[in-house]
């Protein structure tokens, strides 16, 4: 063997042997590099990654002119995660709908585009928008006549739309992505009535003997199940094709014993439970009149705020673990932080802290979910949540004021 040959040898040993010790101390080791060091999933590793932004505004047009400047200090933040992540693929949730596009040019142009602190600059040349149940008025009044619940009527919530919401489209999502989105083929959800899932968990009037009595049969022929929508939205990763599924169902509270929002947001959850099982969303049918599920052999990730915690919260219980016991759901890894650990459990918080990704006032949850499916290898699961030892923990803060969102962005590393 040649001292050339034998030479390479040692640095290709000694390159592997070091990059296996820098893993197994990991990501705390790395203190202000962390972040940089796992900002590119190299190819042919796909980051796709989901983040509630907290960028809902109280009136339409709002967050359109917070974003014709890019000195805003909360989307500053969100920009700067967004950025240190780098994700391929990105859900937000909490963007209000702009149908011309321009809020999330301005996004682009005025934060994503223009380095935040030091980060580097990204670029989202794909990006998908359509429109949303939040704060559409339904055709017949939703609301019964008793005196509502949990919301304050001061928070403004349209109690006679399909979806939370002051105005159409408030509480909205957008993809953005590196790769071609397939617009010809996506399909959307947001129509499809909740009464036409069979065995749909409608609520029950708790005055009444008979089931399902809450919404009479007029409001129940035009309740949409999606309290925002649904969206398959596939995207051309070389030669390969992935469906992004993407969600937002209603939180499970502001209700009363009838519990007609956890059950809603169960029959949410459910709907993509259906959707990758096949031959069971033979029922299903999507804005364009198609019927059926997704393919047997499709690639897929889950993505979104499911507002479902698998043990706490107030989720009609095994809501989520429709998806996280599915047999299409790789789960080999679940997203995990040292910020979320530190901020610990909660009174009678049962789950592992280390995988919430949300922080409220009544506590912290695990709500927001990047779940792919088994054909893809999953690299790497992680939530951005810094703990407080850590430069970047100032994105995050810890609690009141928000300083970017009470979500944390969540994010996964597959591999075709």
Do not use: C
Not at 317 to 343: F, K, M, W, Y
């Amino acid at each position: 063997m040649t001292r050339q040959l034998l030479g390479r040898l040692m640095l290709v040993f000694g390159v592997t042997v070091w990059a296996t010790v820098l893993s197994s101390l990991g990501p705390s080791w790395l203190g202000l590099s962390r972040w940089g060091a796992i900002a590119q999933a190299p190819p042919p590793m796909l980051r796709v990654a989901t983040y509630n932004t907290y960028m809902n505004r109280d009136a339409a047009g709002q967050l359109l002119r917070d974003l014709s400047t890019p000195a805003h200090p909360q989307i500053q933040a969100v920009a700067e995660i967004i950025q240190r992540v780098a994700p391929d693929v990105l859900l937000l949730q909490e963007v209000d709908y702009d149908a011309s596009g321009r809020s999330l040019q301005r996004l682009q142009d005025n934060y994503l585009s223009i380095s935040q602190r030091g980060a580097a600059p990204i670029n989202y040349p794909y990006r998908y928008l359509a429109p949303f149940n939040t704060g559409v008025l339904a055709p017949v009044p939703l609301s019964h006549e008793q005196p509502r619940t949990l919301i304050p009527r001061n928070r403004g919530y349209a109690e006679n739309a399909f979806g939370f919401g002051m105005f159409p489209g408030q509480y909205g999502m957008a993809l953005l992505s590196k790769y071609p989105i397939r617009t010809e083929q996506v399909r959307t959800f947001q129509r499809f009535l909740w009464k036409d899932m069979p065995n749909a968990l409608l609520p029950s009037n708790p005055d009444t003997p008979e089931p399902q009595d809450w919404y009479s049969a007029e409001q129940l022929a035009v309740f949409r199940l999606s309290s925002k929508s649904h969206w398959d939205v596939p995207i051309e990763v070389g030669d390969r094709q992935l469906h992004i599924l993407a969600s937002h169902p209603t939180p499970p509270v502001f209700d009363g014993p009838e519990n007609r929002n956890g059950r809603r947001n169960h029959d949410e959850i459910r709907l993509w439970a259906d959707y990758i099982t096949p031959g069971a969303a033979n029922y299903l049918y999507d804005d364009q009149g198609n019927r059926g599920g997704l393919p047997a052999d499709a690639s897929f990730v889950i993505v979104g705020d499911q507002n479902a915690d698998p043990v706490d919260g107030d989720s009609v219980p095994g809501a989520i673990a429709q998806l996280l016991s599915h047999p299409r759901v790789n789960t080999q890894l679940t997203p995990a932080s040292e910020g979320g650990a530190e901020a610990g459990i909660n009174d009678d918080h049962q789950g592992p802290p280390e995988h919430d990704t949300s922080s409220f006032r009544n506590g912290n949850f695990r709500l927001d979910y990047a779940l792919p499916s088994r054909d893809l290898e999953l690299i790497n699961a992680r939530v951005f949540w810094p703990p407080s030892s850590d430069p970047f923990h100032r994105l995050v803060g810890s609690g009141d004021p928000i300083i970017s969102s009470d979500h944390r962005l969540v994010w996964v590393d597959v591999q075709f």
